[in-house]
């Protein structure tokens, strides 16, 4: 089992920065996919950022130019740096990661942490 652990949300104003992190409880070298999905209320859960393999890193449309994925495989760390955000950022932002298990692929998933934006 893997355990994830978000920190970093907050309420802020229109144009500020935040930066999250997330923890996992193994180390970062054995995962695949490593991303960012936020739900807004109403809405579905979007991809917002992920790593893939250490090879290729993926953004939504709408993050591209603002969000910066990063993960430090020394601290089973992966963040999340938001510049600019907009009150349409607004959502729980959740951590998942992708462990090749023998057989299938694994995915977990933290709990989440809150970000709001205000205009």
């Known amino acids: 089992q893997v355990r994830l652990g978000e920190s970093g949300g907050g309420s802020l104003q229109t144009g500020g920065s935040l930066s999250l992190a997330c923890t996992t409880s193994r180390t970062t070298v054995s995962f695949n996919d490593l991303g960012w999905y936020r739900q807004a209320p109403g809405k579905q859960r979007e991809l917002v950022a992920v790593?893939?393999?250490?090879?290729?890193?993926d953004y939504a449309d709408s993050v591209k130019g603002r969000f910066t994925i990063a993960r430090d495989n020394a601290k089973n760390t992966v963040y999340l740096q938001m510049n600019r955000l907009k009150p349409e950022d607004t959502a729980v932002y959740s951590c998942?990661?992708?462990?090749?298990?023998?057989?299938?692929?694994?995915?977990?998933w933290g709990q989440g942490t809150q970000v709001t934006v205000s205009s």
């Open positions: 790593n893939i393999g250490d090879a290729r890193i």
């Open positions: 998942s990661v992708r462990a090749w298990a023998g057989a299938k692929w694994d995915d977990y």
